[in-house]
């Protein structure tokens, strides 16, 4: 026994390890599809040392350890209240410009009491006044502003004839032109197997095998792709009507089966709606279902 548990400990460190390392990866991969990513990051690091050259503030006086510090924290309590807000307000690319209008003035009022609370952190006891900050950060916020609108995704406006033309000559599975495929780069509806809603995420899967995650809400994503054949089956779930090969048993319940290997199970609310495509039969090897 004493030998066994000191082996049986290092395994299971291990395996804590790799399962810490793995979270640790899932998240920079969620993080990296966030809005404002990585506009924000880049910005926030270039303004910082800026504002370390140029002294902003009056802290040109510091030394420039203190210069660096005050900077550096002050910059990184801003960009994650910035990122904070961005998740909340920004689900289409036209929510950029409401949240940065509604932004900009909402989070500079808690400027003064930030700035007061790092130079305290950095040792330096100090008396700011409000209006100066207030209006120094409006400034500094309308510069950040204009970068990230600049720099930030757009719908793709197109003439509704050329639309229409495109879709007749592509023929039923032509895609709408929508913010979601956009950001996801899909250009053509045979490539759009199924979106599965992940917390506040979506998961696109491709007909290649991979997925995209992209920061948006699964009910707005079922309602942007509405002109392509397809179902919703489970409360997080949409599958593409020319990707279903069929549906194999869970229990009680079918797990609908497309084209990639990839098996998504059908709630009870759409059962009814799954069997009337005729999707709830055995898969068809190498092949789809006929439409219904």
Not at 24 to 29: A, R, Y
Not at 116 to 125: C, E, F, R
Not at 168 to 178: C, E, S, W
Not at 247 to 275: E, H, I, K, M, Y
Request: proline letters at 5%.
């Amino acid at each position: 026994m004493a030998r066994v548990l000191p082996r049986f400990s290092r395994r299971s460190a291990a395996l804590r390890k790799r399962h810490f390392a793995n979270q640790v990866l899932g998240f920079v991969k969620r993080a990296a599809h966030w809005p404002g990513m990585p506009i924000l990051p880049v910005a926030t690091i270039a303004v910082t040392i800026l504002l370390i050259l140029v002294g902003g503030y009056r802290t040109g006086a510091l030394p420039i350890g203190q210069r660096i510090g005050f900077w550096a924290i002050l910059m990184t309590i801003n960009a994650i209240k910035w990122q904070v807000w961005f998740l909340v307000m920004v689900r289409r690319p036209r929510d950029w410009l409401r949240a940065l209008l509604i932004g900009v003035p909402l989070l500079t009022l808690t400027l003064p009491i930030e700035i007061t609370a790092v130079l305290a952190l950095i040792g330096i006891d100090a008396r700011i006044g409000a209006l100066g900050v207030w209006m120094t950060g409006l400034a500094m916020g309308a510069v950040i502003l204009i970068i990230i609108a600049l720099l930030r995704p757009r719908d793709r406006a197109v003439p509704a004839a050329a639309t229409a033309g495109a879709a007749a000559a592509a023929g039923p599975t032509a895609i709408p032109l929508t913010a979601l495929l956009t950001r996801a780069g899909i250009a053509q509806a045979a490539d759009l197997v199924a979106i599965v809603a992940e917390d506040h995420y979506c998961r696109l899967h491709l007909a290649g095998g991979g997925s995209i995650l992209l920061h948006h809400r699964f009910g707005d994503a079922v309602a942007e792709i509405a002109a392509i054949d397809g179902l919703q089956i489970h409360r997080g779930a949409w599958v593409a009507g020319h990707a279903v090969i069929g549906a194999v048993r869970d229990g009680r319940r079918w797990r609908v089966a497309v084209c990639t290997g990839l098996q998504l199970p059908v709630s009870a609310r759409f059962t009814t709606a799954a069997r009337a495509r005729g999707w709830l039969r055995p898969p068809i090897l190498g092949g789809v279902l006929p439409a219904h």
